[in-house]
């Protein structure tokens, strides 16, 4: 039986040529290719940048299937080709000359007086105040208290993560081989009046981190983002973050090499 593959693509007249070019070639090379998202199909392809990506991992709540993102004229970090690939590509995919890279999410568990609601990110979760007042977080590793936080907020990133919002925060740039969390600061204050750690801290992958926003904090929102979507809660009583079991596969080929692409992108 013939390999199904699902298609997902933004709205650019790039993404959208690249679209059309892959579908004849796929049919030609004997693959069905799915006209909505199924669960069972053999691949899925996403067409655009890293936001499409993500896009495609929270509209599909994270798909079971190997995905190949192919990038249309953005940054790309999760986007493994380019649109003058597709042959090669689709070569290597009928010879099975790939490998998948496992793509770990990080859990939020919002805990409010009315129940528990969970966010997943694949770059990151982060909590911060409203623009106005700074907020202040009681921070524990493992149920120890660690710090109160004080500031816009605190970022958790996976080690996908750790190029996007992290890094523009100051955090470190993780090699994906390594399963940290990596827990950074957003504008920290650190003074006589409020003591905050001021560089990321790093966690080992088992471990998970509880955050009590104080009480006086309550009559302000708590605004909760995960990978760009954020929600606000008002009356939240503790958030518990770690890694979850939730995963996704990542196709990668032969050439694949994490700081090479990083210094083709960043440096
Ligand atoms: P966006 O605001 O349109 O994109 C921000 C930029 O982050 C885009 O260039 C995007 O790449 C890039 N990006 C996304 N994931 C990345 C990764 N793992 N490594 C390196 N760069 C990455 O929002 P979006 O495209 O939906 O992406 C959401 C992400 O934006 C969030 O998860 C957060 O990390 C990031 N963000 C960054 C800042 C900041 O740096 N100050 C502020 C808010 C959010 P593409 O161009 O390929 O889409
Ligand atoms: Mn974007």
Redesign the pocket.
Known sequence: MSKKIFIFANESDSSRLTERQLRKKLDKSGYSICQNYCEDADLMVCI????????AMHRFSFPPMPIIGI?TG??????EISPNMLDDFIFNYSQDRYTLQKLSTVQMKVKCSDGINEHL????VLIRGNATYSIHLNISIDGNFIERFSGDGV?I?TP??????????GGSIVDPRLEVLQVTPIAPMNTTAYRSFTSSILLPSDLSLQIVPDMHDRKHTICV????FSVEYDDVVEIEVGFSDVSVNLMRFENYDFWRKVKS?FL
């Not at 953005?74 to 986007?79: A, E, I, K, R, V």
């Not at 983002?225 to 760009?228: I, K, P, Q």
């Open positions: 655009g940048g890293d936001g499409t990506f993500l896009e990038n953005h940054l790309g970090l999760f986007q990110g694949i770059n990151e970022l990133a996908a993560g750790s190029t996007a919002y992290n890094y523009s925060l983002v995960n990978d760009g992108k």
